[in-house]
């Protein structure tokens, strides 16, 4: 079912080009640029999806995000969530999202973390029922009890993060928007980060847009990915398709006994030869473990290990390809 409708999506920002005296400035007609941040924009997601959002800087990731939250207007296109449009149905539609920036807090930096909720409970109007039976839920998952009275100020970078999701979760939002929520944390707090989200999205159907830099983020939990340059859509599908789509040769590293002669399959070029060490390529996908397999079979191996291709390489390659 068809959660989030976006269509023809742009948004344009005008940027003055600075000219020395910024007084005189003001009484002068100044030169500006365009920049087409975000450009006929369309895609669907589903609901109960987890969605990825990724490009490299300045693509248009975090405008599409304002645009999809309702923070910024468009200056042409449509987007329905549920039933709603995030800038016509304002009031109503913040009820249904949450929102959580890497960079900026929903925390009050100087009160008590559990006195941030206790406002966020009063602007989203819960009912005191409501309000515990979440909060109790969120904070057993986090694990963070002790950490209810302590000023935000105090709270370690990891901590902030595990507090900030409970208020980004508080009303049971139906769409969450996560904006580099991983960005500083360590290898322990992120892996608590993806199973609370999973768990989440498992459990409420929330459906979660989330945009990273960190591709460990899109494998723990994405089923889909949007990629995006240049304020337009490069890609828009699962994991499995992309891997398909942007097969990168494999490599097979290989080990012969000392003075033997090889016979490789013809299917296969060699990229290194060294001695009794070789590294092959294989150009067709889901042919490596065959490769491997005949490879063993018509050669004395001594050693042999197929390097099959990361997400990591893949969004590299795509990367330089759109910098061409
Ligand atoms: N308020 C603004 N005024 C003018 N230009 C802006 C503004 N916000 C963003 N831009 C420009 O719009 C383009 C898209 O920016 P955006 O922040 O959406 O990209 P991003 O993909 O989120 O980048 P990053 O990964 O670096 O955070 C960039 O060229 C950026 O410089």
Redesign the pocket.
Known sequence: MTFISVRNLSKD?K?YKSEGNTFLNLFKKRDYKI?H?VKNLSFDVKKGDIIGYI?P???????TIKLLAGILYPDSGTCIVGEKSPWVDRKKYVRDIGVMFGQRSQLTWDLPVKDSYDLLRDIYNLTEEDYIRTLANLVKKLNLEELLHVPVRQLSLGQKVRCELVATFLHEPKLVFLDEPTIGIDIEIKREFHKFVKEINQELGTTIFI?T?DLDDIKSLCNRLLIINKGEIFFNGTLEKLFTEFYIEEKIFVELLTGTTYRLPENVKIIEEEGNRLVVSVSEKGMTGKIVKEIVQNNAVVNIYPEQNKIEDIILNIYAQMKK
């Open positions: 920002y940027v920049i941040a490009g800087n300045g693509a248009g990731k975090s405008t945009t830099h």
